[in-house]
């Protein structure tokens, strides 16, 4: 009889796994067993780790028992890795799970290719079709002993299906009964670092980069294999480390042998380098007169400068290229197509087998603002579509989701119903460049998971995105042309050192521009749940959202039925709370997209030539982009979808704003009129914003307390800026439009006091750019800061001696309130503010959140509540401020609400 044992303190008895591989009359002898061998328990103390993430095995729930021993049956790199991590894992899993038996020995988990698997154990039946990358998990028994059997289609393909393994472990899956067999939807599933050689990185909101300073590859590139380790965890086989406005001298030898030891660190976890490069380089650094991809001198140069990548990276995965965007150079100064610049890049690969993914991502950001017909949501279409079919094999499009740049909303890029043969990978972003920037929970699974499923109805057919980027709707194999047999040399999708033939897959597949720093990967705990989604939506978009948000909530934060339906609650409500205070109905994000990407700033998106307009005047708003009276773009889409959009009676009220300029009295489908729908969702978005503090308070004492200390920080500093946005916008489309809020909220704040309408004291009224970023457009300023009375008898302290007063007598009724405090927190001093009552101080904090921008505006007007104050008629309130540096202590407005209606 097996032994009984028990996982924690209540659970079912742990099951016994079934054998469906056993020969016939074999008995069934696994017992309770979990890994207790601590070989690895690694030198994980306190460097930057994956554990951070969510590779955190904090113990096991489940109730089926699997061996205590693993073991490899090969000497590949990968499938060391491999079982090591199994080990490292169960003995996480293992650690708060009575379902251990030291006397457990009669068994093992056995990881290897299936080649090896069948070598080693001819009885089993381990299926021989097993596909590049993919893996089969089931339970066997050979000679007596129980083996849990973890075969790859390749090496890949076993680091894979361990993972799999420890997933559904971590996640408290029963593995009773196995027969798991599962490959990745795509051959592409990389990860872009917009980082540079000094160490900055691009759009990054988590520090300086693991793997630039100085301008030097760092030395220490522990991180790198943390990361690498991390991404194998969730499928990713790719990553580009510089940024895409590519820094040419990367490319130099010295460079490229640091790039190597890179390489060399993400090897073992099956993650192959690729490298941005500036097309202009055979120019700037090469020593030749031109750059032009049709010269010969330029494309011998890149066919040595391959050579010697692969002198030093055999595994090299291939060039990601941005040209002719915003500024980079690229082939029309020679008169020359992006198939050009592509193909010549493609041919110095080929020979070694990579793949050069070239950026859809050109446009003209020098677009005039007063022809109604120019658009640049066209331009992506317009270049790449007449030139589908001039693209060498080993050539891949890499296309944005969307037609413009990482908004809130948009609709899905016509670009990919536009190539039929070219291979395509669709472009995301992991880091919230337009999307709150991991200051504001923004879970991006249910925006992709729409992209993906989008269906483009191209040829009258069904084809949804994410079957033509993994190049199954045009019969796309990476590296071939349609219709050529799927066997052959392939460039992508070997592992180092296994034969490049056999059946491939359909090329194509999914870029995340991940931005991962020095600071907890993403700088926030919960944005990781992006990663952790993109790889597994990478893996198979299939996946709902919402089961990524659970799988990850166990594993990262806890399996407490509780915490995980909240979690997930909080992060599935996330996005459309953003977009909902942000800019709804397809406007796009109205945020300053000239400067941060952050805070409100409805007008600059309008007369200037980057093209993100959206056409809002006193009489209506939206960009109108039909055929019949707007800039055609709606024309792009196949037939069926294009007439969609075209129409005002089927376009979706979500993406109205997008293709049509109506009236703001126009009627959605939901019945509202645009401007009535504008008031609604910021007031909407906002409620949620801060709904998501309250959900999760719930969740103190049964979570990790630093943890919810952190989130907890986050949101509600998110709460507050909700508020900001909304502000910003009802505001500003009142102005605009004349017409009020049917609700009475736009324009009237019970309980708000202007600091402009205060007793002020040093403060001085100013005007905040943009005027909607401030409540009533202004706020006062601390430039002369005068002494405080009571700062004149107490010691003198540098520092508390000047401030500003803003004052004000409450005439309300007795009662408790709480008291918020909007205050604008510049970079650039760390200004400090007090609330004081009847000349009492009653709370006091400091300013100097590392926000956007260095004039007061919404990227960083910050909100402060002091909770449960008693008010009676007559008090003074008085709030001080501190100024320092650029920091001015600007204030806003202090605004008292019964101390019941906030939290
Ligand atoms: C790397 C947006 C970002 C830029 C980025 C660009 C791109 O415009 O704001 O920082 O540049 O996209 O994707 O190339």
């Not at 269906?455 to 980027?469: H, N, Q």
């Not at 592992?495 to 720093?517: D, K, L, Q, Y």
């Not at 039925?561 to 397809?586: C, H």
């Not at 007031?683 to 503090?693: N, R």
């Amino acid at each position: 009889m097996p032994p009984k044992c028990q996982a924690h303190s209540t659970p079912p008895e742990c099951r016994v796994p079934q054998v469906p591989l056993l020969r016939p009359g074999k008995s069934l002898t696994i017992f309770c067993r979990l890994f207790l061998t601590v070989l690895l328990a690694s030198s994980l103390s306190t460097a930057q780790t994956a554990d951070q993430a969510w590779l955190r095995y904090p113990g096991y729930h489940g109730r089926t028992v699997i061996p205590l021993k693993a073991r490899a049956l090969g000497h590949g790199s990968l499938e060391q890795s491999a079982a090591q991590e199994l080990q490292r894992g169960i003995t996480g899993l293992a650690g708060a799970s009575s379902c251990i038996s030291n006397s457990a020995i009669n068994g093992e988990t056995i990881v290897g290719t299936a080649e090896e698997v069948h070598k080693a154990y001819p009885e089993l039946a381990v299926p021989n079709d097993l596909e590049p990358e993919g893996y089969w998990l089931d339970w066997a028994e050979s000679k007596g002993h129980a083996l849990l059997v973890v075969a790859g289609g390749d090496q890949r393909g076993v680091l894979y299906g361990v993972f799999a393994l420890l997933r559904r472990l971590a996640t408290d899956q029963d593995v009773t009964h196995l027969n798991l067999r599962s490959h990745p939807a795509m051959p592409i599933r990389w990860v872009d670092e917009w980082d540079n050689p000094d160490g900055s990185i691009e759009r990054d909101y988590a520090g300086r980069s693991i793997f630039f300073e100085g301008g030097q590859v760092r030395q220490d590139l522990a991180p790198v294999a943390e990361y690498a380790r991390l991404l194998a965890s969730i499928g990713i086989n790719g990553c580009n480390v510089n940024n895409v406005n590519a820094a040419p001298q990367l490319l130099d030898a010295d460079h490229l042998k640091q790039l190597a030891r890179i390489a060399n660190t993400m090897r073992p976890w099956g993650v192959r380098l690729a490298l941005s490069v500036d097309i202009a380089s055979p120019q700037k650094i090469g020593g030749l007169s031109t750059y032009d991809p049709l010269d010969p001198g330029v494309q011998s140069w890149w066919a040595a400068k391959a050579a010697e990548i692969y002198a030093l990276i055999p595994d090299f995965a291939g060039f990601t290229v941005k040209a002719d965007s915003e500024g980079q150079p690229g082939p029309s100064s020679f008169g020359r197509t992006s198939a050009d610049a592509a193909n010549t890049l493609a041919a110095a690969l080929a020979p070694h087998g990579g793949v050069v993914l070239y950026r859809a991502f050109v446009y003209n950001h020098h677009l005039d603002w007063h022809d109604p017909k120019a658009d640049r949501a066209r331009a992506a279409y317009d270049i790449f579509h007449p030139l589908d079919g001039k693209f060498a094999a080993n050539v891949v499009v890499q296309t944005k989701e969307g037609p413009i740049d990482f908004q809130a909303r948009e609709p899905v890029s016509p670009l990919f119903a536009g190539l039929e043969q070219t291979s395509q990978a669709m472009e995301l972003q992991v880091t919230q460049e337009y999307t709150g920037q991991q200051r504001h929970l923004v879970y991006l699974a249910p925006m992709w998971k729409q992209v993906l499923d989008f269906d483009l109805r191209a040829d009258g057919r069904s084809t949804p995105v994410k079957e033509i980027i993994a190049g199954k709707t045009f019969h796309r194999p990476l590296g071939g042309n349609p219709g050529s047999p799927r066997t052959g040399p392939r460039p992508w999708g070997g592992n180092p050192g296994s034969p490049r033939t056999g059946p491939r897959p359909w090329g194509g597949g999914m870029v995340a521009v991940a931005g991962v720093g020095r600071d907890a990967w993403l700088g926030s705990p919960l944005a990781l749940a992006n990663l952790y989604a993109f790889g597994r939506l990478a893996w198979d978009p299939n996946l709902s959202a919402e089961e990524i948000a659970g799988e990850w909530t166990r594993q990262t934060i806890s399996s407490d039925p509780e915490v995980v339906r909240t979690v997930v609650k909080m992060l599935m409500q996330s996005w459309p709370a953003y977009e909902n205070y942000t800019g709804p109905l397809g406007m796009q994000t109205l945020t300053d997209i000239t400067g941060s990407h952050y805070g409100p700033n409805i007008e600059s998106s309008e007369n200037n030539g980057w093209g993100q307009w959206h056409r809002a005047d006193h009489l209506g708003v939206g960009m109108d982009r039909t055929v019949a009276t707007g800039t055609g773009y709606a024309g792009q889409y196949p037939p069926e979808v294009a007439k969609l959009y075209e129409s005002l009676s089927t376009c979706p009220d979500e993406l109205l704003l997008f293709f049509h300029h109506v009236p703001y009295t126009y009627r959605l489908h939901s019945g509202k009129t645009v401007i009535q729908h504008i008031y609604d969702s910021h007031y909407e978005g906002a409620e949620q914003a801060a709904q998501f503090a309250r959900d999760w308070a719930t969740l103190e004492g049964r979570i990790d307390q630093t943890l919810y200390q952190q989130v907890r920080d986050r949101l509600v500093y998110q709460a507050g800026h909700a508020i900001v946005w909304r502000d910003a916008i009802v505001q500003y489309f009142l102005k605009l439009s004349g017409i009020p809020d049917e609700k009475g909220r736009a324009g009237h704040y019970p309980g708000r006091l202007e600091a402009e309408d205060a007793r002020l004291t040093g403060y001085k009224v100013i005007d905040v750019t943009p005027w909607e970023d401030a409540s009533g457009g202004k706020a006062v300023s601390c430039d002369q800061p005068q002494v405080p009375p009571e700062a004149l008898a107490s010691p003198i302290v540098p520092g508390n001696l000047t401030s500003c007063t803003a004052e004000w007598t409450w005439s309300g009724a007795p009662g408790r309130y709480n008291i918020a405090v909007q205050y604008f927190d510049p970079a650039g001093g760390g200004a400090a503010f007090s609330l004081v009552l009847n000349h009492q101080g009653v709370d006091s904090w400091a300013a100097g959140a590392n926000l956007p921008s260095t004039r007061p505006s919404g990227d960083n007007s910050t909100r402060h509540i002091t909770p449960n104050v008693s008010l009676k008629p007559g008090d003074t309130l008085e709030v001080r401020g501190i100024p320092s540096g650029s920091n001015h202590a600007v204030l806003d407005y202090i605004e008292i609400t019964p101390a019941a209606a906030v939290p």
